[in-house]
């Protein structure tokens, strides 16, 4: 998994020591067998980047839930890590059922990240190039050659979104990789939750370069794209339209959710920076994985 959320207390952002970010209302760790467990996996705009914990996606899930009269009490945890693909989400669901912690249900948001990182766990390169550095009097020189200085540097980098330019076909073609490989971890984690008796749902998140107008976005409300400035995260709408392909046959298998075409229609802004969920539109997507969950009773609520 390489990397994991560290435990945190302050007024907006609280961790567990366990794993998990707190909610507003947050169920009692180790779960209580008495309740309905739901465990939340995805990256940081599952986590709930830039937002306070009674904020996120998850914390309003918990909210939510207890309004439609379920027959035991639904507990909610938000395992998202900043940063994570579905490839670390399955070996993170895989650990903690291990360990014998196993909820009733398993959810992954997905889609921005396993694209955005090309399929690779994050600093898999980085820490690849300083392994392959085997010469000990080569890490010893100028500053610049140490290898503290230059994961600075690469971490550094990755503020900023500036993908390698590909021509079309050969950005398909990584594209397609990709999805395939999202296909598998999904299998792996259906297969993970029928091990341990784990009810899995998929939800496919919004992003801001797929159907959405971007004119509502704050930060380019404030500061228009100029004529023939990149659309920021183009190529990623580019991969959820091939992704988009495959909506259908998905949906048939009554696991998976499709939520990145809920903001075509919406004329306000969504966000908190570039590509995180402000705490209305967080809400939105919790009221609509909760639909999702109720009607496919998967939470042995009321209809």
Known sequence: MQFRIKPMSGSYVNASLHGFRVNARQAPWPPSRDALNVFVFGGSTTFGWLVADRETIVSQLQDQVASIGCRRPVAVYNFGQPAYISTQ???????????????????????????????????????????????????????????????????????????????????????????????RNKRLIEAIGQQYEVKTVFVWQPVPAFQYDLSYHFLYRQEPLAVGEPVPYADIGRAYALMCRHRHELEAQHNFLWLADMQANKAENLYVDGLHYNAKFSGEIAGRILEFLNVGNLLGCAA
């Open 89 to 183: 989400e399955a070996l993170f669901f895989q650990s903690i059922a291990m360990a014998g912690t196993v909820p009733d249900v398993a959810i992954f948001v997905d889609g921005f990240n396993d694209f955005f990182f090309r399929g690779e766990m994050p600093f898999t390169g980085t820490l690849r190039a300083m392994m392959d550095e085997t010469d000990l009097r080569q890490r010893i020189g100028p500053v610049t050659q140490l290898p503290l200085y230059q994961l600075a540097r690469r971490l550094n980098a990755r503020l900023f979104y500036h993908p390698q330019v590909l021509d079309p076909e050969t950005e398909q073609q990584l594209f397609e990789r990709i999805i395939a490989q999202w296909f």
